[in-house]
């Protein structure tokens, strides 16, 4: 039976708690697995004490994983001097190779990167693997400085860079539906797709991200990472294979060839001022709210327009990807009040596939009914589907970067992102309730 040792940096923290502890046991179940979890952070807990921090009422850790907890705090640099021996000790010799999870604040980095590659590294021949959470950097110049610090200790092979909208259902199905269709890929261009739309609306607010969030913006929070590489699996060419490496290239090519029109609709809600009070910046100019127009310089896309959209504290929490075809060439049938052929495909609450289409309203004289053709792939297989940080682990212990950001992604989305920044720091910021639609033109 393989044995491997996940350690989670910043072991007490929500990700750590709500997310990677329920998804290491569900690995070790499903794939018949051991692993070695090591929680790691600054409180003092004996090894039971944290394990019992970590089970709730609907989970409790399988035989299959055995947990640990070591105390160290991040702002120390000889914290972890002894984790190797502490490791070894645990392991007995038996692991088959340690990912370290970095789920901490990026000012603890250097510091982690540091320490963990002068000891902590299993020899040639077992599996040792770096996963990093964003932020990236905040803009391209601090980006570029973070990936020197972590290919100054690490490759490029151990680096997993996390963005986990990419291991939700419906963003893995993009490429799988365009290009398993010939019906799909052969419209899937300016000639006959309109417009898309890429939305992220969130019913919560900051909550406690209030001191990382006021730096950051929807911008910087959102846009860079998630909807621009959804936006990515979109316009991207087909890779040659689906070998990692094939795929990251053509994404970064679409991102690259992505430029911002100018055209921006920025807003924060009300209370956010009172909010970012906390952090000694009453009047912040932070967006809670973006709509962004952007295009494509891809002879494929030109004259498509893309819409993005994120928001907090608005009406309803919705993500979805609308792709809104062309009206013409429409024979019969059609007028200006006749509805455009829509695919959409919803990422939450549910993730599902609509593809909207125009008939004939039974009974009627050629009255004609825009409808949908709807497909739940999760309510039809009903399988017992990994979560989204379960898949990531599951990826990046066989060593598929598929769902990983590469390097060269994350240049491009850093240069279109700072362009949008660049273009609108005179913008008007305005002001909308809470439970909204956002602000109002």
């Given amino acids: 039976m393989k044995k491997y040792t996940i350690v989670i940096l910043g072991g007490t923290g929500d990700l750590a708690v709500e997310k990677l502890s329920p998804s290491i046991n569900n690995i070790a179940e499903k794939k018949g697995i051991e692993i070695l979890l090591v929680g790691i952070g600054r409180r003092i807990f004996s090894d039971n004490e944290y394990k019992a921090m970590l089970e709730n009422s609907k989970f409790r850790f399988s035989k299959k994983v055995n947990v640990k907890y070591y105390q160290a705090g991040f702002d120390n640099k000889n914290s972890l001097k002894d984790l190797h021996v502490f490791l070894d000790k645990e392991e007995k010799g038996k692991s088959d190779g340690r990912i370290f999870y970095l789920a901490t604040s990026h000012v603890f980095f250097k510091n982690i990167l540091e320490q ?55 963003i893995e199905n993009i490429l799988v539906l365009r290009m398993s269709n010939p019906f799909l890929e052969r419209t899937w261009n300016s000639d006959f797709i309109e417009k898309i739309n890429i939305t992220v609306d969130e ?40 070998i990692p490496g094939d795929v990251h290239a053509e994404k970064a090519k679409a991102i690259k060839k992505v430029y911002f029109t100018g055209k921006a609709f920025l807003g924060q809600y009300e209370g956010y001022a009172e909010e970012a009070r906390k952090t000694g910046n009453p009047n912040s100019r932070t967006e809670t709210f973006a709509e962004l127009t952007l295009k494509s310089n891809d002879k494929n896309w030109k004259g498509t327009t893309i819409n993005l959209r994120t928001g907090k504290k608005l009406k309803k929490k919705e993500a979805k990807i609308e792709i809104i075809y062309k009206k013409e060439p429409c024979l019969l049938y059609c007028n200006i009040d006749t509805n455009p052929n829509k695919l959409v495909l919803n990422i939450q609450p549910e993730q599902d596939v609509e593809l909207c289409i125009n008939t004939k309203t039974p009974g009627s004289e050629f009255e004609i009914t825009h409808e949908s053709l709807a497909f739940s792939p999760t309510k039809k297989f009903d399988s017992d589907a990994p979560q989204n940080y379960e ?51």
């Fill in 116 to 170: 963990l590659s002068k000891c902590c590294f299993h020899k040639e021949g077992k599996i040792n693997r770096i996963v990093i959470e964003k932020p990236f950097g905040e803009d391209l110049k601090s980006y570029n400085s973070l990936n020197r610090l972590i290919r100054k200790h690490f490759s490029e092979e151990q680096i997993y860079r996390v963005d986990h909208y990419l291991a939700k259902e419906t």
């Fill in 203 to 242: 019913k919560k607010g900051i909550g406690r991200r209030i001191e990382y969030y006021d730096k950051t913006g929807a911008i910087r929070d959102m846009v860079q990472n998630h909807l621009l590489q959804i936006l990515s699996f979109i316009l991207m060419k087909p890779p040659k294979t689906t």
């Fill in 391 to 441: 898949l990531l682990l599951w990826e990046c212990i066989k060593g598929n970067k598929t769902l990983f950001i590469s390097d060269i992604e994350l240049k491009e989305a850093w240069k279109t992102v700072d362009d949008i920044r660049h273009k609108i720091k005179n913008n008007k910021i305005i002001t909308y309730k809470e439970g909204s639609e956002g602000p109002s033109a």
